[in-house]
């Protein structure tokens, strides 16, 4: 990848030198595929954050804990700020709520893709190899401008109801089509989307505050498929 900082490449050196990696993934390599700009970098490995403070201690890098219980943090170089995540697998309660009742952190790289959204958010890229890891055969999905949930859909949908918000909002952003599957599933577990809180639901508006107009109507368009109309009608 050429878009890559110089911070990044001196983190990865140090992870070399560590005999570890570190995974870029999400929507940094999706929007790259896809020929998007996006500078918005979020990282992921094995290592839980006890072991990323340390290797990092005696260097430039700062580590900057969110949430230990969730293996989240910010990995800061001067001004270059990047989202770090442990490897994990979530457990949710069946009330389509975002957060997960609980957390197992993990080595496994096929499990920490099973717990993601969608297939073009599960592409990683190994910095000290240069290359990427496509589980779920992401890049074609990219080629062929497709949204299609993680496996199996039904699954991965009754989760998280910001997932269908996700949904509405890549699908306009990168105007690409939904699965048929994944949107039979978007279907089903559309009342999901009523156990959101206040706080996600402002989150995302906030997030699409500079999508154009057309955008904003598919936006609206989808949510009504989904019969969130009360929602719908908060998009400006």
Known sequence: MENIPNSLKLLSDIFKKNNKKIYIVGGFIRDYLAKIPNNDIDLCSPLTLEEIQEILSKT??????????????????????F??????????????KH???KVEFTTDINLDAKRRDFTINAIYYDLT?????????????????????????????????ERLLRMAKFRAKLGFKIDKETLCAAKKYSNNLKDLSLN???????????FSLNQKQQIKEFLLILNAKELANKII
Not at 200 to 210: A, E, V, W
């Open 83 to 96: 989202e770090y995540c442990t490897f994990r697998t979530d457990f949710y309660l069946d009330n389509g």
């Open 129 to 161: 190899n240069n290359t990427f890891i496509d589980i779920f055969s992401a890049k074609n999905d990219i080629k062929n401008r497709l949204i299609k949930a993680v496996p199996n859909a039904f699954e991965t949908l009754s989760k998280d109801g």
């Open 99 to 101: 957060s997960p009742k």
């Open 200 to 210: 996600t639901i402002n989150k995302f508006l906030k997030s699409i505050t500079n």
């Open 60 to 81: 430039n890098f700062k580590v900057k804990i969110n949430n230990k219980q969730f293996g989240t943090a910010k990995i800061i170089y001067d001004k270059d700020i």
